[in-house]
T-cell receptor
């Protein structure tokens, strides 16, 4: 079945850039999403990218999609301590009836 | 965007009892989803609840354990029946609106 993989942890210093990576297996993925979950909170939709796009930029966030390699990344510029959270990559495919397949989540730790 | 609320936000329940979780959205949506997030884990889809039809359950989830209601386009309930400690999780509802998926804040359930 479809699978989404992420590394589990990332630690950066405040002010540096963070890059969170994700790979997926479903070649029919139509939307790819990044969600943020802060401790004890629900999921916040950060950004998304359509499968026919290579890049999307939104303020400090840059999403890169390599469809050939089925690789998605989220770059956070000038990372702040408030960016510390778990980041989930998710994909929805053409034949999945709208359901999302989530990665395991990457815990981002930002040190001052 | 969609604003989603869930009730209760958290509960502690005894083994063998049942809990009904409510999900309310501020827009009319066709597709609503219920996810489970076990401690330290990613999200797993329980079922898809479309108004006017029976809920569709994912592999490993059954209607007797997780009955769902979807009486109208803005509301759904998920019941966790005959609970055991293994049901301790965060339960999240989500909706699809204009291609985006929005999540509620979650219901944190602890079964003792």
């Amino acid at each position: 079945g479809e699978d989404v993989e992420q590394s589990l942890f990332l630690s950066v210093r405040e002010g540096d850039s963070s890059v969170i990576n994700c790979t997926y297996t479903d070649s029919s993925s139509t939307y790819l999403y990044w969600y943020k979950q802060e401790p004890g909170a629900g999921l916040q939709l950060l950004t998304y990218i359509f499968s026919n796009m290579d890049m999307k930029q939104d303020q400090r966030l840059t999403v890169l999609l390599n469809k050939k390699d089925k690789h998605l990344s989220l770059r956070i510029a000038d990372t702040q301590t408030g960016d510390s959270a778990i980041y989930f990559c998710a994909e929805s495919g053409h034949n999945q009836g709208g359901k999302l397949i989530f990665g395991q989540g990457t815990e981002l730790s930002v040190k001052p | 965007s969609a604003v989603i609320s869930q009730k209760p936000s958290r509960d502690i329940c005894q083994r063998g009892t049942s809990l009904t979780i409510q999900c309310q959205v501020d827009s009319q949506v066709t597709m609503m989803f219920w996810y489970r997030q076990q401690p330290g884990q990613s999200l797993t889809l329980i079922a898809t609840a479309n108004q006017g039809s029976e809920a569709t359950y994912e592999s490993g989830f059954v209607i007797d354990k997780f009955p769902i209601s979807r009486p109208n386009l803005t509301f759904s309930t998920l019941t966790v029946s005959n609970m055991s400690p293994e049901d301790s999780s965060i339960y999240l509802c989500s909706v699809e609106l204009e291609g985006w998926q929005y999540f509620g804040p979650g219901t944190r359930l602890t079964v003792t």
